[in-house]
């Protein structure tokens, strides 16, 4: 997959670098949400990335999954969904490609995802810096339809699990274009060109950096608020990744 075609905005060395831009170039927005990528890929739901069998399209892919998960998830769920933004949600945070793409107004959990891992390849990370104007969120979900919204959205679902409401989750809800019937990288919409900054986060401070967050309080255990984070965090505690020295 190509790399972004946008320019970045500031190269981020540490935690207070990251602190320092946002409050320089973020103050000013009543809405600013944050996204963290190990690698400098296109802004695409995972959805747009997934390989389909059959011979179906990606409608099709979406509503079979969708109709597979309604069918046998109530056993498994703390609240049950009350229309499709829920079901959305709930599949995009267990994993399930869906048309969402995460963001978070918590901009050092965005940093926390960015360099949790050592670099791939060497490759740099990014900070995707996004401020959408209060035209472009969804006001209404039980009124509206994730799957005809016209055009892509920002969404804020309802805190109805523990890692929503751990990582101050938001959505972006891409539309598939109708001219090339596919989704578009949310840096190529034009709507949107002008709302995001890009930040780079070089490969070597990822060790340096995961380190500071953790003295703050930013890990798999306060940002997955469940068992799987309390596991990933004891077994980052007491081992060194490829990139931490002893």
């Known amino acids: 997959m190509n790399k972004s075609t946008h320019e970045f905005a500031a190269v981020i060395q540490n935690l207070a670098g990251f ?11 009543d809405y600013v949400l944050f996204r963290g990528q ?25 509503s079979k999954m969708l109709i ?37 107004t918590n901009p050092l959990a965005a940093l926390w995802f960015a360099v949790e891992k050592p670099a791939r390849t060497n490759s740099d990370a990014v900070i995707w810096v996004f401020t959408p104007s ?16 016209g055009r892509t959205r920002v969404f804020m679902p ?8 751990a990582q101050h989750g938001w959505f972006t809800v891409h539309s598939i274009s109708k001219s090339v019937s596919k989704f578009v990288p949310l840096e190529r919409n034009n709507r949107y060109v002008k709302s ?33 984070g309390l596991c990933r965090d ?9 990139d931490e020295d002893a």
């Open 158 to 165: 309802k805190h109805i699990n523990r890692r929503i409401v």
């Open 68 to 104: 597979s998960l309604r069918t046998r998830a109530l056993p498994y769920l703390e609240n049950v969904p009350q229309n499709d933004w829920d079901w959305l949600a709930i599949a995009q945070h267990c994993g399930m490609a869906t048309r969402l793409l995460d963001w978070s």
């Open 19 to 29: 602190l320092e831009f946002i409050q320089d170039h973020c103050a000013d927005f």
């Open 196 to 228: 995001l900054k890009k930040l780079r986060v070089p490969a070597q401070n990822f060790s340096s950096i995961r380190t500071e967050l953790d003295r703050c309080g930013i890990n798999a255990a306060t940002l997955f608020g469940d068992l799987v």
């Open 38 to 62: 190990i690698e400098d890929k296109p802004l695409l739901p995972k959805l747009a990335r997934l390989r389909l069998s059959k011979d179906l399209t990606v409608r099709e892919a979406e």
């Open 234 to 242: 004891a077994e980052w505690q007491h081992s060194l990744l490829e």
């Open 134 to 149: 209060r035209d472009d969120h969804v006001e209404n979900p039980d009124a509206s339809s994730p799957f005809d919204s």
